[in-house]
């Protein structure tokens, strides 16, 4: 029985990878100096300023099950972002939180999963974490005062 569990986790491992390995691929440098209308060097010298950030939601944190933010680098502020523009997730709508700043990367997005579950909101911050032009995803906490 703990083989089989291990070798379906490896499995779902390999096809969540495979399936964030597609949408990186999709998404080159040149993809995205073109899609932002700078030069790919904008990116490097943005990543080199501010690396970008690799969190995951702990096991016992409270966060919304249906939605994930993110945080774009200040190249991607001035584009208007739809759910087609992130074809790695099952993505139904897509909207701006905070406003963009030209010298620090502030811009918060906050994308609607159309399938939600913690394991699908995980998935995604995953595959975000991957683009070039997202500088942080994270978890869409639940926060609570008593």
């Known amino acids: 029985m703990k083989r089989l569990f291990a070798i379906l986790l490896i499995l ?25 209308g700078i030069q790919e060097s904008v990116i490097d010298e943005w990543h080199n300023k501010y690396p970008k950030s690799n969190e995951l939601p702990s096991e016992d ?9 993110i945080c774009v680098y200040p190249f ?3 584009y208007e972002f739809t759910p087609e523009d ?46 070039a032009d997202v500088y942080s995803a994270g978890a869409n906490y639940v926060i609570s005062a008593d």
Do not use: H, W
Request: net charge positive; hydrophobic share 40%.
């Open 12 to 36: 779902a491992l390999m096809l969540c990878a495979v399936g964030c390995q597609n949408s990186q691929n999709a998404s080159t440098k040149a993809d995205l100096a073109a899609k932002y």
């Open 76 to 78: 991607a502020n001035a």
């Open 86 to 131: 992130f074809p790695e997730l099952q993505c139904s709508a897509v909207y701006s939180l905070a406003s963009s700043s030209d010298t620090t990367p502030t811009r918060l997005i906050i994308l609607s999963l159309k399938d939600g579950s913690r394991q699908a909101v995980i998935d995604a911050i995953k595959c975000l974490q991957l683009r």
């Open 61 to 69: 944190s409270k966060f919304a099950e249906d939605s994930v933010i």
